[in-house]
């Protein structure tokens, strides 16, 4: 490959990110501006930002590596991904819009979930930011691993050089722009990923793969089966609905819910949901096709995988002009970025929101909050850059525990908190630190009822613990109450 072509594609991409984050930080200037760019995006902004910004990485690399592997099997993972992506949107967005405003403006998720259940001791807000940093960190290094493979990948670089490469790419706007700049840059990052994903299966199909349903026919059957694995082995029960839960954890990633909350408005929903959905219908399917026609590309032309993650970029090598191929790999690189780039925000916003100013400094102005948040992206970004370092850790090994414990730690605690008036604080308090550690714990067991993915039992004990403390402790305060009746007559209103 020509590395010329490729890297001169890299920095004008990189440049036009800078453009845009220096465009972003003109126009912030308090820590609403910072943390939900003023609640001002429109439906298409909002839509294609919280889809970027949902699938990083894995949706070019761990789909298709997936894909590669199981065959069709992974069609289960990809609809269980798109029905919670469409409910997410039709049950949670609008609602949690307008209860973040009726709850004082609430800017992070830990802010919100402390002023709808009235609590003064702060105790919610700080374990809440607590498990906000914890599986971000993962999340984060997760997308610097992805990040880390595409450069060695691309220009042969030592795989630690690579990740720190990666990691001053994600950081290099998002310290300076703030929310805004992260969703503007997430629309082009999210039409890159769609248009690579698309372009790049269709290339390798006319372009020596032939009948590739017949070719994965001809290699192994069961590749092309919903209810077997590549041996030839029935799925078990277990393992589909493992694929499925992945739905499940839609209910509980701050870096999306903000996307509902930094919509200009309640009218502008239902289309960002059907472009949202839309989005993920196209990309997702492009993605499982990319691992389809992988295989059978790289057997015709006797290409090594070593590692299946890989998959989209050597496809991409093989196929596509150097100069293409630089515009199609920077969809990697923009899949990584918008993810990344998000999960830091949320994480800074944690810390500064959530732990300095509630412990340390409760009058601090917007400027400084905003000053701590940008200091705080830079350093957790440190963080998860030394996570990152192992060069055998698996990009959607990272995602799917990271995405567990948020949807068991905040899932069922964000829907009981829009749609029952009788959740308390001791509740939500119970049901996050429930969720969140039976994920930890079902991570560590092995065999048996132990190979259900985590974020299954961590969503049912979180519910479970979260209503069942709320009945044992009393009713909440009367001002809570009142508040969640003026949440649901706004609600009616629209």
């Known amino acids: 490959m020509n590395h010329f072509a490729v890297t001169g594609t890299f920095i004008l991409y990189l440049i036009i990110?800078?453009?845009?984050?220096?465009?972003?930080?003109?126009?912030?200037?308090?820590?609403?501006?910072?943390?939900?760019?003023?609640?001002?995006?429109?439906?298409?902004?909002?839509?294609?930002?919280?889809?970027?910004?949902?699938?990083?990485?894995?949706?070019?690399?761990?789909?298709?590596g997936y894909a590669y592997v199981a065959g069709v099997q992974s069609l289960w993972l990809a609809g269980g991904l798109l029905i919670g992506k469409y409910l997410n949107w039709l049950i949670c967005a609008k609602r949690l819009r307008t209860y973040s405003i009726v709850a004082d403006d609430s800017l992070t998720l830990p802010e919100f979930l402390a002023r709808r259940f009235g609590d003064r001791s702060k105790l919610l807000q700080a374990v809440s930011a607590s498990f906000i940093l914890l599986f971000f960190l993962f999340y984060t290094s997760s997308g610097l691993v992805a990040g880390g493979k595409l450069f060695e990948s691309v220009f042969g670089f030592d795989y630690r050089i690579a990740v720190v490469v990666a990691t001053v790419c994600v950081i290099s706007y998002t310290l300076w722009?703030?929310?805004?700049?992260?969703?503007?840059?997430?629309?082009?990052?999210?039409?890159?990923?769609l248009a690579a994903l698309l372009i790049v299966p269709i290339a390798a199909m006319s372009g020596g793969v032939g009948d590739f349903t017949r070719a994965l026919e001809l290699k192994n059957p069961e590749l092309l089966t919903l209810f077997h694995d590549v041996k030839g082995q029935p799925l078990s029960a277990v393992a589909i609905v493992s694929l499925l839960a992945w739905g499940l954890g839609y209910f509980g990633q701050p870096h999306i819910l903000a996307r509902f909350k930094a919509t200009r408005s309640n009218a502008a929903i239902k289309t960002a949901r059907r472009i949202a959905v839309s989005w993920a219908a196209l990309s997702m399917a492009g993605a499982v096709l990319v691992g389809l026609v992988g295989i059978v590309y790289a057997d015709n032309h006797a290409i090594r995988v070593a590692d299946?993650?890989?998959?989209?970029?050597?496809?991409?090598?093989?196929?596509?002009?150097p100069v293409v191929a630089g515009v199609l790999l920077a969809a990697v690189l923009a899949a990584i970025m918008s993810t990344a780039d998000s999960q830091l925000l949320v994480s800074a916003a944690a810390l500064a929101e959530d732990f300095y100013r509630q412990a340390f400094r409760p009058k601090a102005s917007s400027r400084e909050i905003v000053m701590i948040s940008r200091i705080s992206v830079a350093v957790l970004a440190g963080v998860a850059l030394v996570l990152a370092m192992n060069p055998d850790r698996s990009v959607l090994g990272?995602?799917?525990y990271a995405w567990a414990g948020f949807g068991a730690a905040f899932g069922p605690v964000l829907l009981l908190s829009l749609y029952w008036k009788r959740m308390n604080r001791n509740g939500a308090l119970a049901g996050i630190a429930v969720g969140g550690l039976t994920v930890v714990v079902w991570k560590s067991m092995s065999g048996g009822l132990f190979e259900l993915y985590e974020i299954l039992p961590g969503f049912i004990s979180a519910t479970l613990a979260a209503i069942g403390v709320s009945r044992l402790s009393g009713q909440p305060p009367q001002a809570v109450q009142q508040q969640f009746d003026r949440f649901a007559e706004c609600c009616k209103t629209g």
């Open 17 to 64: 990110t800078l453009a845009v984050g220096y465009i972003a930080y003109k126009r912030t200037s308090s820590s609403s501006d910072y943390f939900l760019g003023g609640r001002s995006l429109g439906p298409f902004t909002a839509a294609i930002s919280a889809d970027a910004s949902d699938m990083s990485g894995w949706l070019l690399m761990g789909l298709p």
């Open 398 to 400: 990272l995602v799917s």
């Open 308 to 321: 299946s993650e890989a998959i989209f970029m050597l496809l991409v090598n093989a196929i596509f002009h």
């Open 177 to 193: 722009g703030g929310f805004l700049a992260v969703a503007w840059t997430d629309v082009i990052q999210g039409l890159l990923m």
